[in-house]
């Protein structure tokens, strides 16, 4: 769902994020988790006619990233999970993160 807001032009609305998404999710579930993405900070929201459109109001990067640095804190043995996590990455992905790894200080 944060990957839909973080691809939207502006605000959308409950309906429009729905449709973004996929599996077909019931349109209660993703006004629930908007409500408490809403709740968390993570989501602003203005309201339109009788409905809410929702914002991102964080940076998607950093905030995936702050989870997987926390995930891997508490791992016991963090190479192990490191080498798990970059022999799933795509092509794409590993290129990327090479290209990371390569620019030190830089950011993309």
């Keep these: 769902m944060l990957a839909a807001l973080a691809a939207a032009d502006g605000p959308v609305a409950t ?3 729905r449709s973004r998404l996929s599996g077909d999710p019931a349109y209660t579930t993703v006004n629930t988790i908007l409500f408490r993405l809403y709740e968390k900070r ?3 929201r203005v309201r ?5 459109q929702y ?3 964080v ?7 702050g989870r997987m640095h926390d995930h ?3 791992a016991s043995n963090a190479s192990s999970v490191l080498s798990q996590f970059v022999q799933t990455l795509s092509a794409d992905e590993a ?3 090479r290209e990371i790894l390569d620019s030190p200080g830089d950011t993309p």
């Design 15 to 17: 309906a429009e994020l």
């Design 42 to 44: 993570l989501v602003t």
């Design 48 to 52: 339109v006619g009788r409905h809410y």
């Design 55 to 57: 914002r991102l109001a």
């Design 59 to 65: 940076d998607e990067a950093q905030l995936v990233a």
């Design 72 to 74: 891997l804190r508490y």
């Design 95 to 97: 290129q990327a993160l």
